[in-house]
């Protein structure tokens, strides 16, 4: 099916560090989510954004989503080891039609060197 | 709030056997789960969409016949991977659709099927 172009596709940095990642569509979403997923266990909500334009907070995680609808960021500052692991965007179109199925980027692996 | 359960966490069966795989919302109700699968270092595919009451959604190239999906209650789906051959070993994800909390996905702690 359907992914979204998420980069990039791995990142190596050193704690403190701030980090940035993004994912771009070639069509529109209603709600833009980031998750994150530590090795054998299922992805966690980290961030949800239903409006064109807005930006969240959450701790030292914000993101954004893009005006276009079509895009959305996601930054990490003053990173610490435990910031490690794989971080996935998903778009969602929120109709019954769609089911509320969720479309997902490939992922970042994130890596953070004490 | 918003935790969703698997069980097992993990199963190893032979080739030509089935396993259920069990999926809970337990702190609210669902009436729509997901099931996912995972291969190692790639993101989640989505698999079927199963809703409370009726027949499950599959996405195109997946087997309804194989993978049978059962979501008898609003608390629980079930995933039957039937006549398993080892392709079919992955990490296989259910999330839940929590409607009183902005419809967001939650999703189990997966698990991992072995079939050898």
């Known amino acids: 099916g359907q992914q979204l172009n998420q980069s990039p596709q791995s990142m190596f940095i050193q704690e403190g560090e701030d980090v940035s990642m993004n994912c771009t569509s070639s069509s529109i979403f209603n709600t833009w989510l980031w998750y994150k997923q530590d090795p054998g266990e299922g992805p966690v909500l980290l961030i949800a954004?239903?409006?064109?334009?807005e930006l969240t907070s959450n701790g030292r995680l914000t993101a954004q989503f893009g005006i276009t609808r079509k895009d959305s960021f996601l930054n990490i500052s003053a990173s610490i080891p435990s910031d490690v692991g794989i971080y996935f965007c998903?778009?969602?179109?929120?109709?019954?039609?769609?089911?509320?199925?969720?479309?997902f980027g490939k992922g970042t692996l994130l890596t953070v060197n004490p | 709030g918003a935790v969703v359960s698997q069980h097992p966490s993990w199963v190893i069966c032979k080739s030509g056997t089935s396993v259920k795989i069990e999926c809970r919302s337990l702190?609210?109700?669902?009436?729509?789960m997901f099931w996912y699968r995972q291969f190692p270092k790639q993101s989640l595919m989505l698999m079927a969409t199963?809703?409370?009451?009726?027949?499950?959604?599959?996405e195109q190239g997946v087997e309804k016949d194989k993978f049978l999906i059962n979501h008898a209650s609003l608390t629980l789906s079930t995933l039957t991977v039937t006549s398993a051959h080892p392709e079919d070993s992955s990490f296989y994800i259910c999330s839940a659709r929590d409607q009183a909390s902005g419809d967001e996905q939650y999703f189990g702690p997966g698990t991992r099927l072995t079939v050898t």
């Open positions: 702190d609210f109700q669902a009436t729509t």
């Open positions: 998903a778009g969602r179109i929120n109709s019954g039609g769609s089911n509320y199925k969720l479309t």
């Open positions: 954004l239903y409006k064109a334009g």
């Open positions: 199963s809703n409370e009451g009726s027949k499950a959604t599959y």
